[in-house]
Every structure is written in C-alpha cells, then in structure tokens.
C-alpha cells in the first residue's frame, strides 16, 4: 500500500472518529438530543466504511464527499 493511500485512508478515520467525539458530547450534554447524536453516528459509519472500501480497492458512488 502505497503512503498516499494509507494518508487518505487515515484521513476518513480522523474526520469519522471527530463526528463519534460530537456524538458523545451531544449525548452527554443536557438535554439530550438524540437525533442528532443519532446524525453523527452515521456519518462516522459512513466516514469508516469509505475507509474500508479504500483500502479494498472499491469504488464509491462520486456524489459521496471524497478527502482528495
């Protein structure tokens, strides 16, 4: 694997565990909203499984946000 490859990929790690740390404020402030804790946690699945397709080598739809 290739550095820059391994940089992009630790690049959607970063921005998906930052949208799991506003989850995690969100859900510890008061009140709670949970909708949209519920909004960053998808976010950082999607974040990670870009990450995981990357790294397999498969594309993902264009119209999805890319790091480059």
């Not at 990929?9 to 859900?27: G, L, P, Q, S, T």
């Not at 949970?34 to 995981?52: G, N, P, R, S, T």
Request: positive net charge.
């Amino acid at each position: 694997m290739t550095s820059a490859k391994k940089n992009y990929i630790k690049k959607w790690f970063i921005v998906a565990d930052h949208d799991i740390e506003a989850a995690r404020m969100i859900i510890e402030d008061n009140p709670v909203i949970l909708d949209v804790a519920c909004f960053h946690c998808q976010q950082a699945i999607e974040k990670y499984l870009k990450a995981f397709l990357t790294f397999h080598e498969q594309n993902f739809p264009k119209h999805m946000i890319s790091l480059r």
